[in-house]
């Protein structure tokens, strides 16, 4: 079946006026696609979950509700907090409010796509995932250059869920450059794929591409200016998106351009193991194996292990020096992360997962 996708001509704002929307959350994506609501003229409350995002959505001088409540008052409401946040307050904060009629809007597919929550049949229910970070959703609106979306109807007794979607979309900026339909379960999947195939497998390479040159005896800084700090890469990355993968190539020289495509060859192994790991990963994430092992209640005491392995390696001492000899403003995202305890490490000391860590992360 073909892809649909949707543009601007598409979308009609005017199908929301009279209408009030309530955003369930305030983080940065929740802020910025209230803000452009707002800016396109349509009514909108904020139903924080949390003290900070309460204190910034008074600074945006946004009405505020409670969650039930904004829930009850709205037509549309955007459900704009974590997932976890979502699975263990949706049969207490939002099922209750909810009326034959009411629309719910999805920021991500997961809690939909692997059946987290139970939604009454009569409630529309859509998916609207900017492909964005929030700042990106924020300023792309006010350049009016838009971004991607992925959309879905997911429920529909209304039989208007898609027109409704169109024009939340649209008055948000996400038909500007094209809102294409995927289920949630396609969404879900994509991006776990992305981030455990892809987004972090590119960074394992310049970690060790790094610590490659370093060994070798290049000067550090020299170094993270070469692969990462000129920004050179980011501007390979806009080019691919301007004209492409492949013809992006064109703005190297012809000699980088040979080396690239010579040597590339020369992983041809590595890339056929990359294949067959990603074989599996895909296969976990379709089959619910992942979801299943975040779940368990081992996993976040896992996570806080990796944290804090990979904070006290090599490469992260490296790194710090670095930029702090390049006089990069420090900020520390990792401040709150707790110290595993020593009953905590004792639990995994033993296991293949701690022999996993010891391993990859020692390594760099």
Do not use: C
Request: net charge neutral.
């Amino acid at each position: 079946m073909q892809t649909r996708i949707f543009h601007e001509g598409d979308g009609d704002v005017s199908v929301l006026e009279d209408k009030l929307i309530s955003i369930i959350g305030y983080g940065n994506q929740a802020r910025a696609i209230a803000l452009n609501l707002r800016d396109t003229g349509l009514k909108t409350i904020i139903a924080p979950q949390t003290e900070e995002y309460l204190l910034r959505a008074k600074r945006d001088n946004f009405r505020i509700e409670e969650i039930p409540k904004a829930i009850n008052m709205a037509d549309y409401s955007f459900i704009l907090t974590d997932d976890d946040f979502i699975i263990n307050n949706f049969e207490i904060l939002i099922k209750p409010s909810l009326k034959e009629g009411k629309t719910l809007i999805f920021g991500n597919g997961y809690s939909l796509a692997y059946n987290k929550i139970q939604i009454p049949e009569k409630i529309n229910v859509l998916l609207l995932n900017p492909k964005v970070p929030g700042i990106g959703i924020r300023e792309n609106f006010l350049m009016e250059k838009g971004f991607f979306t992925f959309i879905s109807v997911y429920q529909d007794p209304s039989q208007k869920a898609l027109k409704t979607l169109l024009a939340l979309t649209k008055a948000i900026g996400g038909l500007k450059r094209g809102a294409i339909e995927v289920t949630p379960k396609q969404q879900t999947i994509m991006k776990f794929f992305s981030t455990q195939t892809f987004i972090y497998a590119l960074t394992q390479i310049m970690m060790r591409s790094i610590l490659r040159l370093v060994d070798e005896g290049y000067p550090p800084e020299a170094i993270f200016v070469e692969l990462i700090l000129s920004g050179e890469g980011g501007f390979t990355v806009d080019k691919m998106i301007e004209v492409g993968m492949i013809k992006q190539m064109n703005y190297h020289s012809h000699t980088s351009q040979y080396g690239q495509m010579s040597r590339g060859m020369k992983f041809r192994q590595v890339t056929k193991k990359v294949e067959m790991i990603q074989r599996t990963i895909l296969q976990e994430i379709k089959d619910g194996t992942f979801i299943m092992e975040w779940e368990r209640e081992d996993s976040k005491m896992k996570l806080n292990i990796m944290k804090n392995y990979l904070g006290q390696s090599r490469f992260s001492k490296i790194e710090g020096e670095v930029r702090k000899n390049l006089k990069f403003e420090h900020i520390d995202l990792l401040k709150s992360l707790e110290v595993p305890t020593e009953s905590e490490i004792a639990t995994f000391k033993l296991t293949e997962f701690w022999q996993q860590v010891k391993e990859f992360y020692g390594g760099i």
